[in-house]
């Protein structure tokens, strides 16, 4: 649910939708209390104004920290799983290939070749 529809049904004081995530359970009741507060006059207009616009920063805030746990989550799964082809690939052929492929795999570097260099491991 986007962030105009959770503020719309806080706005209506509807109960809180189903299946929202945790940060979004906590922007609605956060948004339906300080309209409460507004519509009964314990706050100003400038006031509600003025919280509203913080609640609403924090909580882009927190969407942009999931969105980068997500994808730093993929990103090392992906990791791992590269790793573990190459390790595997090693620990088959025990080759000076599968050693380089494996520590390019992990460092994300290239080995240059030496010349003339036919020594193995």
Known sequence: ???REI????YLGEKMPDL????EQVFFILLRGLYMQL???????????AEKKKIVAQYKKQLRREKFNSNL??????????????ASRYAKTRS??????????????????????????
């Open 39 to 49: 519509h009964n006059d314990y706050i100003d207009r400038e006031q509600a104004a």
């Open 96 to 121: 000076r290939e599968a050693a380089d492929e494996l520590y390019q795999t992990i460092y994300k570097v290239q080995i240059k070749s030496h010349k003339g260099c036919d020594k193995t491991w």
């Open 1 to 3: 649910m986007d962030i």
């Open 20 to 23: 929202l995530t945790l940060h």
């Open 7 to 10: 503020e719309q049904k806080a």
């Open 73 to 86: 989550a993929k990103l090392q799964a992906n990791f791992f799983r590269e790793v573990e082809a190459a």
